[in-house]
């Protein structure tokens, strides 16, 4: 009897954790950025909530690091369109004429409930559509996501690259970085079709997810053993993309996830941030939506329930 009593109670309690953070389904935002206002240093655009609850008037694109007004000619960041439709935020600068590298963030904080109580007991998922040029040579990369926990906050940038001259590598080069822009232990990917043929997503649009899980207790003794994690499931189109290397296509909770992050000093008020977030000449991007969606981590949880399930029958 008590070998049946114990595993229910642990049930119980997994039910209760994924009905804990209700809150989640409505702390969500959509940006489609078809409302804007301003343009490069001024620029804004509000979300939305088709949940009906509104993460809160705190949430809202604007600059929030400028490193462009006065080096890259104006433009750098207005509204694009989408077949004769303003919908998108564009980003523009190439050298010349600015002749100078520039850079800036356009971005939003999350929902006041998360920076406060932290998304470890909760996915994080951020869906956005893009468009990169061809030619696009990013540094630090067009969007930047940060995932806040209470055991530290988490972080990684997509580099998204096209090599038209590169005879080697002439794909579109894919790199999750991490907080400061290194990308060790992972393994960059070059796109190619089902033939094994390079493969170029450039002047297209794109949908892309980010799916993030926070995990610890993971010590894979090569960064000072350290034992807080989130793993990082990268979508294309719906595609999942898995990396190779060190840290490259982790297994946590029974599933395989793109890449993986520990906490490397991210401060600051955890934000989702768009633009070329490093020193660059060449920028030349667009952003149809980035929409952010927490959610309990009910996969993990339902794993979790099918082991106790599993030994419940023995
Ligand atoms: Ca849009």
Redesign the pocket.
Known sequence: MRRLFLPTLAALAGLMVAAGPAQAVYMSFES???TWAGSDGTSTSPVSSSTGHLPGSECGWAVTYDGATGRAAPGWLTQGD?GGTP??ASFYHKIPPGNTTARARFSTVLPKCWRERGLENVRMRVDY?MKYAFGYHSDRGSIQITYPTNNGQFNAYMRVRHHPDNVTYPHTMIQPLRNGGSHYGVDTLYLEDGDGNPRYIADEWHDWSADVVYGEYADYGTYGGQTHWAYWNVYLDGEHLLFGGENGSPVFGGRTYSFRTFTEAVSGEPYIGLGELQWAGHWDFEC??VNFTPEPASLLLLAFGGLLMRRRRV
Do not use: E, K, M, N
């Open positions: 489609d950025f078809t989408i919908t998108a559509g149809d939506y």
